[in-house]
């Protein structure tokens, strides 16, 4: 069949097996973007050492949650759904740091003479270390395959009005019936250090306002929560990381009710499914909270479908081409 749009979604990835982990530890300690060390010598030798420091503890994350990331399984069914709906399109997606390699797919679009692109970046909230990240990768394979499409692309939507909606019913889904006031609502997204903040990274601010513009949708619903608190996970390493911990925050709630909504992920992973459902659960259950409920993201839902339709046609009927 032939195609006149490819839209490709961007995301980090995520290990395929266990025998993966290796592998997948050592693209993202080697990105530029995630160790902002110049001197390519220094951040490979810091690099190897972070990862032989984490893959032990990575291989039993990702062995707990069936020997793989579940973010391919999840972005392939995403995948198939828009492909049948918009059957005139090329859907596909291209992984940072695990494959399907950005190299590899786009080289795909080539090969099926694919002269207009779209990408959308599968990070609701822009940030020097996720989307300008896959947004350089996309650029340095486009350039080692001499390929020049019209390209034009979806780099945030943290604000956007179908993206607060979705959040919106899926807290909503995941509440079922539960009074809402007898939950504290936590919105905890991805941390970064705070040294990117200063250097001008607008990721905080955008969570800011992606947790401000919720909550006015779910007031406007009448969904009143007993707080919202905005927090963030994931710290690694010694440096200072922008704040407050959601784990900090769940010690806080002795004997409460707490829903946790994760803010800047669109497809789960360990951070979710792990992380947010397994570590941070013992947690509650050692405080003794007594209900403890985590969303799940957007994943390959309906309401992400039509956000990612709804973004990428405007894109489409409008191409603007990216330097190279």
């Given amino acids: 069949m032939k195609y006149e749009n490819a839209v490709i979604l961007l995301n980090m990835g995520g290990p395929n097996s266990l025998d993966e982990v290796s592998s997948f530890l050592k693209n993202m300690f080697s990105d530029p973007c995630i160790l902002s060390i110049k001197n390519s010598m220094f951040r490979s030798i810091l690099g190897s050492i972070i990862v032989n420091n984490r893959i032990e503890k990575s291989k039993k994350i990702y062995q707990a949650l069936g ?15 828009l492909q049948k709906i918009d059957s005139a399109t090329f859907y596909t997606y291209a992984m940072r740091y695990s494959t399907p390699y950005c190299y590899n797919v786009l080289k795909e679009v080539q090969e099926k003479n694919i002269n207009n692109v779209v990408l959308f970046s599968m990070y609701p909230q822009y940030s020097t270390t996720t989307t300008l990240s896959s947004f350089n990768d996309v650029l340095y394979s486009l350039k080692k395959l001499n390929f020049e499409p019209s390209v034009s692309i979806v780099e945030r939507y943290y604000n956007n009005k179908l993206f607060i909606d979705s959040i919106a019913n ?6 079922n019936g539960s009074n809402p006031s007898d939950f504290t609502l936590i919105l905890s997204a991805h941390s970064i250090p705070v040294s990117r903040v200063k250097k001008g990274d607008p990721y905080q601010n955008e969570c800011e ?3 401000k513009a919720l909550q006015q949708t779910l007031e406007e619903r009448g969904i009143r929560f007993q707080e ?3 927090s963030y996970q994931s710290k690694v390493g010694p440096v200072k990381w922008i704040g407050p911990e959601t784990q900090d925050i769940i010690r806080q709630k002795t004997n409460k009710n707490v829903m946790i909504y994760p803010i800047s992920f669109s497809i789960d992973n360990s951070e979710t499914l792990y992380e947010l459902c397994i570590q941070y659960k013992d947690i509650a259950n050692e405080v003794g909270i007594r209900d403890y409920r985590v969303c799940p993201c957007l994943n390959d839902s309906d309401d992400f479908i039509e956000l990612i339709l709804n973004l990428t046609k405007a894109n489409k009927e409008s191409h603007s081409q990216i330097a190279i």
């Fill in 67 to 81: 020997g793989a990331s579940p973010i391919t399984q999840i972005t392939f069914s995403l995948i198939k759904k």
């Fill in 170 to 175: 899926s807290l909503q889904k995941t509440l």
């Fill in 209 to 211: 306002i992606c947790s």
């Fill in 228 to 230: 919202i608190i905005l």
